[in-house]
């Protein structure tokens, strides 16, 4: 079964209007957005609305796989093409023909693979490995990432061409933190959900204090994090339990919430233009709220600079470790620090592997 | 006389746009625009016959220029269709390959494509 689409603001509106006017053009698509925003249910939408539906939705992500590997699972190989090719098998291309292929994490696709897609896609012809014969697609392509490709062009990560060729059709989905009327409906749609999968279970939904808590949260991990916290209410069976739990850590949260849901305080004032405001990003540093001579005298560039940069190397340490699969060695190569290093910032900053 | 020649005009520029407005306005041709591909084809989805000529931007959220053009040409095929880029060569080639008319590079000379966009038309009626 299909994700439905749920969501009532105007970004989430539209992209439902865009995808009724596209899903038959068979334009090739880009998405993107940050993680968990739902890109791959806006795949899916474009998908079952388009007359494609009846064929196959094939979809592989190009992050997960080694090169070689990757290669070979889009567009199959003929026997004996490689070691370990004992019989030919057939590609993603060709088992989405006719249908629709989403090529998730696009972003991450080695460059030296980009070419071959490239040229896949202005012709409309591939062949398999080992094989000299080009064999016709008809494939409708959409592609996914939480990249940034211009910036990733300009890293040369990304091939300029291939993103002009993908970027025929672009949806941009917005974090959800910029669509919080769409937490609502989201909390309704998934509640029922998991209450009709778990009938007996004791979950509620959130009272209106909650609910306005919730809608106030950044939610990092977007649509996918508050889905978990609805399913973990179901068993855990308390908001203010799931409140807690939300990370508060996380650089996008202002101190305010960040002490205040902690303390579990009644009155939590919530400021929702956080994001970029310049009080926001100094207040998760000093207390602003006391006097102004106490607030002089806790003012220190030094200081702040200190705690500052503390709090960016810690998110990019545990970014690359859980990157590279907590291997410390990979990580501190990457980080272009001592391995010795990485273990004392790991250490000092109590960046800790999941249990 | 004859009817005025209806343009659709494409730009996620607003400045742009307005000049563009006001240059062909003035000019005689009836103009209506869009800021983007998406708000391009709203506007050919409720009245396609109307326009006679396509002028589009490429590089443009939602619906990109060279989209808008792919459409137009399966669905509005009586439509004439330029396509102008301020982005190098990519996009402009993908516009050739989904048979923009014209494809010119910016900064263009208004007077220029006021010459292409008749020129287009009449040798359209050449061929009616
Ligand atoms: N608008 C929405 N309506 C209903 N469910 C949604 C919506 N957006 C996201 N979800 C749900 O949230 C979860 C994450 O969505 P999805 O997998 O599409 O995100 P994504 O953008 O592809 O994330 P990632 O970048 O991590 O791959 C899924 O379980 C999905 O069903
Ligand atoms: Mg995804």
């Known amino acids: 079964m299909t994700t439905p689409l749920i969501g009532v603001s105007k970004s989430i509106l539209k992209i439902k209007e865009l995808i009724h006017h596209v899903a038959n053009t068979c334009l090739n698509v880009l998405i993107t957005g940050e993680t968990g925003v739902g890109k791959e249910v806006v795949a899916q939408s474009l998908y079952s609305e388009s007359a494609r539906s009846s064929k196959n939705f094939v979809k592989i992500n190009c992050a997960a796989l080694p090169e070689t590997l990757l290669e070979s699972e889009l567009y199959g190989y003929e026997k004996g093409a490689f070691t370990g090719a004992h019989r030919k098998r057939p590609g993603k291309f060709q088992t989405a023909d006719k249908g629709v292929l989403f090529l998730d994490e696009i972003g991450d696709m080695p460059i030296s693979l980009q070419s071959k897609m490239l040229h896949v896609l202005q012709s409309g012809e591939f062949s398999p490995l080992g094989s000299d014969t080009e064999f016709k697609t008809d494939v409708w392509v959409i592609a996914a990432t939480n990249h940034n490709l211009e910036e990733s062009i300009r890293n040369k990560t990304f091939r300029e061409d291939l993103f002009y060729r993908l970027n025929i059709i672009k949806i941009e989905i917005p974090p959800l933190r910029e669509r919080k009327e769409d937490i609502p409906p989201l909390i309704e749609y998934y509640y029922r959900t998991y209450k009709s999968e778990y009938p007996e279970s004791g979950g509620t939904k959130p009272d209106a204090h909650t609910l306005e808590i919730l809608c106030n949260y950044p939610w990092p991990g977007n649509v996918r994090q508050l889905q978990n916290c609805i399913k973990k209410q179901i068993v855990l069976r308390s908001w203010s339990k799931i409140i807690d739990e939300l990370p508060k850590e996380h650089p996008m949260i202002p101190a305010e919430i960040q002490t205040e849901t902690n303390t579990n305080s009644n009155q939590i004032q919530i400021n929702p233009e956080f994001a970029n405001d310049r009080t926001g990003i100094i207040s998760q540093f000093v207390d602003l709220s006391t006097s102004s001579e106490k607030l002089f005298e806790d003012i220190s560039l030094k200081k702040i600079k200190k705690l500052a940069s503390d709090r960016v190397e810690k998110e990019v340490i545990t970014f690359v470790l859980e990157k590279v699969g907590w291997n410390r060695s990979r990580a501190s190569k990457i980080l272009k620090i001592s391995y010795k290093t990485l273990l004392y910032k790991m250490t000092e900053f109590k960046v800790h592997p999941p249990i | ?128």
């Open chain 2, 1 to 128: 006389m004859a009817d005025p020649i209806k343009l659709l005009i494409v730009d996620d520029n607003e400045d742009i746009l307005s000049t563009f407005y006001e240059f062909f306005n003035s000019m005689g041709y009836e103009v209506k625009t869009a800021v983007d591909g998406f708000a391009a084809l709203k506007l050919l989805r409720e009245k396609s016959s109307f326009f006679d000529c396509l002028i589009t931007d490429l590089v443009m959220p939602n619906i990109s220029g060279v989209g808008l053009i792919s459409i137009v040409k399966k669905e509005y095929t009586h439509l004439k269709i330029i396509a102008m880029t301020g982005y190098g060569d990519q996009p402009g080639a993908l516009a050739s390959e989904a048979e923009a008319d014209v494809v010119l590079f910016k900064p263009i000379d208004l007077f220029k494509i006021e010459n292409t966009v008749s020129e287009l038309l009449n040798s359209k009626d050449d061929n009616e």
